[in-house]
């Protein structure tokens, strides 16, 4: 189980090979002591995770994740992390219907994709929880789910009992992707 401490906001999580998380959060750390005093990471050794957190609220985290882009960094994604809630349906559907309605999106009903990683059991199946999340913000009204013609990406990163969600414009997700390894 991952314990999240009411004064730290999660702000992002790094994957990478097993057995480096620990020079993931090195690297990582490297970076942001520049930015900020207030970061700290915690590698999740064995599973190829490193988690961001930060004794502030971010707006957006995307600018915190640009700035490790930079910078030399042995993983193979830095995933953005705008909401962390409960892995549960229920509180993941809920947190994305309110990321959805206070994220700065061009235009309503926005046309989204959902991706969905599980990494342990709190959950069932990625496919099943997409299918309940999609239902619910389509039921309400405030987006359309479409595969072929979406512009936005819903992302829902599980770790044990947390879920993170982000979502962002689909030309960003490539820029996720860390060049070095």
């Not at 992302?155 to 490539?174: F, T």
Request: net charge positive; proline share 3%; hydrophobic share 40%.
């Amino acid at each position: 189980m991952i314990d999240v401490k009411s004064s730290e906001h999660i702000i992002g999580i790094v994957t990478g090979k097993i057995g480096l998380e620990g020079d993931i959060c090195q690297d990582v750390m490297n970076v942001l002591i520049f930015i900020d005093r207030g970061f700290s990471c915690k590698p999740l050794f064995g599973r190829g995770i490193s988690i961001i957190y930060s004794d502030k609220k971010f707006s957006d985290s995307l600018t915190i994740v640009r700035a490790l882009l930079q910078h030399s960094i042995k993983g193979f994604w830095i995933i953005p992390i705008d909401v962390v809630c409960r892995a549960s349906y229920e509180d993941i559907a809920h947190c994305s219907l309110e990321l959805i309605l206070t994220k700065r999106i061009d235009r309503y009903p926005p046309k989204i994709l959902g991706k969905c990683r599980k990494r342990g059991n709190y959950i069932d199946s990625c496919s099943s929880l997409l299918r309940y999340v999609g239902n619910y913000i389509e039921m309400i009204g405030i987006a359309e789910v479409d595969f072929k013609r979406y512009e936005y990406i819903l992302r829902i990163e599980i770790i044990d009992n947390i879920a993170g969600i982000s979502i962002y414009r689909k030309d960003l997700e490539p820029l996720f992707r860390i060049k070095s390894i």
